[in-house]
Nanobody, 121 residues
């Protein structure tokens, strides 16, 4: 059974930090690009960060670049999103996503259930 379980969300003041985790199981972690998405109320889901299956390259949306850092622990099949200097506009439900690399493109895409991040004073 495939599972992607996010944790680490919560309420934080502007300028604060949170670290999100996404623990995965049930699929071959090394065959998947891992992504973090977020969806704010009334807005479309947007891609925040992408990490290659080997963890060698990472890309960020311009709105979070320099503040968010994505990392990957292949031994634990877990990805993280360190979020610093948080702003009210970062408020959203954050989702973990696993998408197969092109070499494994026929494999399914998986989503976590999401974790709420609220940045407010």
């Amino acid at each position: 059974q495939v599972q992607l379980v996010e944790s680490g969300g919560g309420l934080v003041q502007p300028g604060g930090s949170l670290r999100l985790s996404c623990a995965t199981s049930g699929f071959t972690f090394s065959r998947y690009v891992m992504n973090w998405y977020r969806q704010a109320p009334g807005k479309e889901r947007e891609l925040v960060a992408v990490m290659s299956n080997a963890g060698r390259s990472t890309n960020y949306d311009a709105s979070v670049k320099g503040r968010f850092t994505m990392s990957r622990d292949s031994a634990k099949n877990t990805v993280y999103l360190q979020m610093n200097s948080l702003k009210p506009e970062d408020t959203a439900v954050y989702y973990c996503n696993a998408r197969a690399t092109p070499a494994w493109g026929t494999l399914p895409t998986y989503w976590g259930q999401g974790t709420q991040v609220t940045v407010s004073s």
